[in-house]
Each structure stands twice: as C-alpha cells, then as structure tokens.
T-cell receptor, first 112, second 111 residues
Framework: DAGVTQSPTHLIKTRGQQVTLRCSPKSGHDTVSWYQQALGQGPQFIFQYYEEEERQRGNFPDRFSGHQFPNYSSELNVNALLLGDSALYLC???????????FGPGTRLTVL | GENVEQHPSTLSVQEGDSAVIKCTYSDSASNYFPWYKQELGKRPQLIIDIRSNVGEKKDQRIAVTLNKTAKHFSLHITETQPEDSAVYFC?????????????FGTGTRLL
C-alpha cells in the first residue's frame, strides 16, 4: 500500500513565476490538506480539499490556490512567487471518519 | 485564531532518561491533539494523538496527557533511545471528525 506521494521533490523558481505541486493520497483516503513548513518552523495549514471542493482555508493569500481531482489527487498552485514562499510544502491525506493525517515527503520549493 | 505554544525548543537527555514536551493552546473549542515526529529531511509521522474527551493515552514508551481546564497537553517519552532523536511537533485542532485543520507548535528538538 503506497503512502502519500508528492512531486516534484525539489523545485527552483524565480520571483514572479508560477508553480504547481502535486499530491497523491494514500489508497482509500478522500481528503487532502496542504501545509507550508518554513525552515525551523512547524507546518502551517494552507487549505483542505474534499469532494473536489475547498473545504477549509488558512491565512494564505489568493495567490495560493488548489484543486482536487475525481481520483482524490490534488494540486497546489502558487502564483506571483515571492522569496518568502520558499519552504517545504507538505500534503496530508485523511480517510473519511478518521482524524489521522498522513503526510507526504514534501516538495522543497526555493524561490530566487 | 488558534495559537499553540511549545516548550522547550531544544531538549537534551541521556539515553534511558525520560523526556517531557509541553504545549499550550488558545482555542478552548479544540478537540483533537496529535503529536508528530519529524526526522531530518523526512516527513512528519504521527506518534500518538488524543481527543478532548480523554485525559491520558499511552502507547508503549510514549504517553500524552491533556488538561482541558489549563488548555495544555504534554508528551512523555520514557527510556529514551538514540532513535528518539528528532524534532517533535504538537498540534491542536477544533474541526469535525475527518476535517481537522491542524495548528502546529514550533517544535522541540530532542537530542
């Protein structure tokens, strides 16, 4: 049983560019949450998707958007990248009826 | 909004000793409190969690206690081993089952 997977592993972009990160949840999981983890900090909640809709959102600007597909996989899009967007982006999936969030390995985004 | 404070930021213990990490949360409606372990360069992994209707939970060498009145919860690791070295994060959430929006503490590096 594959765990949560994310792609790409690493990404380098320049200011102003746009980026798309991808996440595949664990088998049987239908809810996907995205978190941003700056170096030396705890993860911060960006948003959560269920049934292809954004269910909850954290304190992130509209430059951060997402999508969930019918197969429950998800994308995180960030527009107009800023230096401060450099971080590890983590995806977590949850099975219906459970609170346990299983994290993927993350995508390390560097903005130059 | 919810805020979670975590102490200490670094904790050094001798092998075999116990380690205690403490967290305080601000939102009295929080109902779910997981603890994650993150080794360098790896994903956070859930090690134990507790819901607001339970005061204490144990799993082998790991235990978590919750004091709802004081709004704090603690992680206890007994008989520490070298493989316990990692960064530990507490989190709190007030969501419905299956839709938790985790608010994390700043982490404790256990050496």
């Amino acid at each position: 049983d594959a765990g949560v997977t994310q792609s790409p592993t690493h990404l380098i972009k320049t200011r102003g560019q746009q980026v798309t990160l991808r996440c595949s949840p664990k088998s049987g999981h239908d809810t996907v949450s995205w978190y941003q983890q700056a170096l030396g900090q705890g993860p911060q909640f960006i948003f959560q998707y269920y049934e292809e809709e954004e269910r909850q959102r954290g304190n992130f600007p509209d430059r951060f958007s997402g999508h969930q597909f019918p197969n429950y996989s998800s994308e995180l899009n960030v527009n107009a990248l800023l230096l401060g967007d450099s971080a590890l982006y983590l995806c977590a999936s949850t099975r219906g009826g459970s609170d346990t969030q299983y994290f993927g390995p993350g995508t390390r985004l560097t903005v130059l | 909004g919810e805020n979670v404070e975590q102490h200490p930021s670094t904790l050094s213990v001798q092998e075999g000793d116990s380690a205690v990490i403490k967290c305080t949360y601000s939102d009295s409606a929080s109902n779910y409190f997981p603890w994650y372990k993150q080794e360098l360069g790896k994903r956070p992994q859930l090690i134990i969690d507790i819901r607001s209707n339970v005061g204490e939970k144990k799993d082998q060498r790991i235990a978590v206690t919750l004091n709802k009145t004081a709004k704090h919860f603690s992680l206890h690791i007994t008989e520490t081993q070298p493989e316990d070295s990692a960064v530990y994060f507490c989190a709190a959430s007030r969501g419905n089952t299956g839709f938790q929006k985790l608010v994390f503490g700043t982490g404790t590096r256990l050496l």
